[in-house]
Each structure stands twice: as C-alpha cells, then as structure tokens.
C-alpha cells in the first residue's frame, strides 16, 4: 500500500532542510515526508575520514555527498550574503527578495548555534585589497560572508535535524527511483522501498543527484536547458602566502579572464589553514576543501579551488557527462585524487613520490597519488590555469612556487536548468525544483533560499 502525504520532498540537503523547516514552522498540521538515500546526520561516515581505508570504496551511498545536511555538510561552511554569485536566483526573482531569503536562512541557522560574526567588505583594507587586485586584471568579488566552520556547521545541522525530526517524516537510505505525474493529481514517487504518494512535490536532489534528475525531467517532458560545468584543480599552498588577503576577506572570489583564449577563471571555495578532502559524486572521485574554527584543527595550509567554466551550445546537451568524463581520466590515472607540484607541471615533468617527498608544502590529503595532469586535463583548460596561478602571484607572491601543489580533478556539476516559473515551479502543477541538483543554485545560502521560497510559495496557496 502506497504512502501517503501532503508534500514530498526528495532530498534533505540545505535547500530540502529549509524547505521542510518552513513548512512545519508556519503549518506544523502538514504531512510532510523526506526521502534521502543516504544517512541522518549522527550516521554519515567515511571510511577514507575514518582512516579505514586509503583511497575511495565507491561506497553505494557516499557519506560525504549523501545524507541530511547534503554536501553541505562537510563544508567549511562558507555562508555568503550576496546575489552576485552562488547561484541564479535573480533569474526568477528581484535581488532584493533573494536577500530577504538569504538573511532569514541565516537567522535560522543563528537560532540553532551559527556565529553571528560577519567578514565585512567595506573595511578600508578590503576596497584596498580590490584595487590592488585590478592592478592585476583581477576581479574581486565580495560580500559579507559567515565562516561557520566545518565542525561548526554539523553542530548546527544536529540541532536542525533535532528539531526536524519530531515534525517532519524522515525516510534515510530510501531512494527515488521514479518520478509520477499521476493523471488525477499529484505524484507518485516509487523507491527502492516502497511508493509514496503527495499532493505537492519539492525536488532538491543535490550535486550528487544532477544527473539523476536531469534524467527524470526529460521523462516527464520537462523542458532542459543547458548548464555550464566548471572543471579544474584545487591548489594547496603555505597559508602565509593568501593571509593578508584572507584576513581581510575570507571568501575571497578573484576572476580573471585569460589572455591566451579569452576564458573566465576563478577562484573558488578558499579554506584558510583547512585540509584538501576527497568526494564522491556517483562513482567519480573528486576533490574539494574544508576549514575548521578550531585551531587546534587547524593546518599549516591554504587550499581554494581554480575553475573553468565551460557552458555548451547546441548540439551539446551534456554538460555533466563531460565533466565526470574530465574527472574519470584522473580517476583512471592515480585510482582516486591526483596530485602535482607547480613546478613539475610546467616543466612538463610527472610528480612521484621522491620528488613529493622533496617539496616544502605537504599535501594534507595523504590519499592522494603524485602523477600529471596533463594527461587528464584539457590543454586549453590548463594553459588557463597556469596562466592564472601566475597573475595571482602578483596579488599574492609565492602563489606560483614550485612546491605549491595542484589537485585534480575539481569537478563542479549543475544539473541542465528547468525551465521555471517565478515561484520555481516546473511545468508540470505543484512540482518545484530547487537547490544546487535543480541547476538553480549553488552554494549554502541560495540553497536554503530556495527552499524557504518554494514553501513558502506552498504555504500561500493551501491557505488561499
């Protein structure tokens, strides 16, 4: 017999916590059922973090993408007061509404433990860090930005999940096989352990669940347009060669366009003194960074990510296809994450363990395997990189040392783009899509944006 609710929610990362927040906040009567395939958030683990194992298992369900908190979770938890990037949701509606959004999520994750210490954009020395960076034909981006911290940011998750877990009906290690439009009204969601029924759906299926999802829309007719991928490395360096810039702005987002080709690279998810960590995004290993509050956690080290977005026309349509492509070649290269020196990389030379053993800067991520990643990566992908690294180092000198160190692949995938109402609904009536999976946001603050709209969007009509 099929399970039924009021409203399913597929997900339980940032945008489908927030969403179910909302909705048992203002109307605490509502049935409101959340279907994750992976863990609750006391069971997410990893082998790798748990120094079971040395390299990715390709566990069924991983535990750092799956599971409530998303892969959110083990972030740093970067949370960024802005419109300017993180994702699209101007798209669908003013800036001011989206800031509105933005800054009730907050006042929610304040509510159950978030510091409410900002990093401000308008200190002298951060517009003096901007002119500098223009010097250079470097873009910074800023933006009032909270540094939850990574242990930080699961303790606010366990308060969260506390608090969900008495109003809300949880289904962990449950995951949606098919979407139905049933031809009465609402959907039928069948899974590997049974079928649900709903008057009203929420798909917030993730980073890990893009392709998934993209899949499903083209089942149920729902119009796709084409995302970009962003594809490139994650650099590993001394923390002293970005401190006077991260001590003035912590999420800094610096953008250049390459001279060589005319290309847009930028800087992503920098993590002051935090440690290079690997993921999994189904079945491919990528690479990404953390940063915790505590200095006792804390490394010698400073790691962001350098992107290259890349956004096809037709007759492309695969975008996350080619991108977990990009991603296998490394996996094929090293049996996981691989890793290079600068200076071994320009000079055209493969790293191995002697010379890695020679560098100054150690990796934090030990599972990594020395290699070359110009056996994986694109040329014209890595021509803008290095050209990058070398105008960075004029912003922050040492960026371009030999030792620094160069993790691939980093691989950021959206989901093609639904096309969307307003409110953020699909085509098809009471089925709305949001978050990062939905190819609609990208980062913590939009996410949950986006899941407080839909509610709310939600709310209003069962209560006209």
């Not at 999940?161 to 949606?176: G, I, N, P, Q």
Request: glycine residues 10%.
């Amino acid at each position: 017999m099929n399970q039924c609710c009021d409203i399913a929610i597929i997900g339980s990362g940032e945008a489908g916590i927030f969403a179910a927040y909302e909705l048992v906040r203002e109307h605490p009567a509502l049935r409101v059922t959340v279907l994750e395939q992976g863990a609750d958030i006391y069971s997410r683990t990893c082998p790798i973090v748990q120094g079971k194992v040395d390299h990715c298992i390709q566990c069924k369900s991983c535990g750092t993408m799956c599971g409530f908190g998303g892969a959110g979770a083990f972030s740093d938890g970067k949370f960024n007061f802005t419109t300017a990037f993180g994702g699209w949701l101007t798209d669908y509606m003013d800036s001011a509404e989206v800031m509105e959004l933005i800054r009730y999520v907050d006042s929610v994750n304040v509510r159950f433990g978030a510091t409410t210490e900002l990093f401000s954009t308008t200190s002298p020395e951060a517009k003096a860090l901007e002119r500098e960076a223009l010097k250079y034909d470097l873009h910074l981006l800023q933006a009032q930005c909270k540094h939850l911290g990574t242990e930080n940011n699961l303790r606010i998750l366990a308060n969260i999940y506390e608090h969900l877990k008495e109003r809300v009906d949880f289904h962990f290690h449950t995951a949606v096989e098919q979407i139905q439009a049933k031809p009465e009204g609402g959907y039928r969601l069948i899974c590997d352990k049974g079928e649900f029924d709903c008057t009203y759906l929420i798909a917030a299926p993730g980073r890990s669940g893009a392709e998934w999802f993209a899949n499903q829309c083209k089942g149920l007719d729902i119009p796709l347009i084409n995302n970009q991928v962003d594809i490139g490395v994650r650099v590993e360096l001394p923390a002293i060669v970005f401190k006077h810039i991260t001590d003035v702005v912590y999420e800094s987002k610096l953008i250049y366009r390459t001279k060589r080709y005319g290309d847009q690279v930028r800087t992503f998810c920098m993590n002051p003194y935090g440690h290079v960590v690997a993921e999994n995004v189904e079945g491919i290993n990528t690479v990404n960074g953390h940063s915790y509050s505590d200095p006792a956690l804390r490394s010698e080290n400073t790691n962001f990510a350098l992107l290259v977005s890349n956004r096809f026309t037709s007759p492309f349509n695969e975008p996350y296809r080619y991108g977990k492509h990009i991603a296998s070649l490394s996996n094929m290269l090293s049996g996981g994450v691989l890793v290079q020196r600068f200076g071994d990389l320009v000079g055209g030379r493969r790293s191995n363990d002697h010379r890695m053993s020679k560098s100054f800067v150690q990796p934090t991520l030990k599972a990594a395997v020395p290699g070359d990643l110009s056996l994986s990566l694109p040329k014209r992908h890595l021509d803008n990189i290095i050209e990058m690294i070398y105008a960075l180092d004029k912003l922050a000198p040492g960026t371009a040392n030999y030792d620094t160190l160069l993790y691939g692949a980093e691989v950021k995938f959206y989901s093609g783009r639904i096309s969307l109402t307003r409110e953020l609904e699909t085509p098809l009536p009471g089925f709305f899509a949001i978050g990062d999976g939905a190819g609609t946001t990208r980062g913590l603050a939009q996410a949950g944006a986006s899941g407080i709209k839909a509610a709310r969007v939600i709310l209003n009509r069962l209560d006209g």
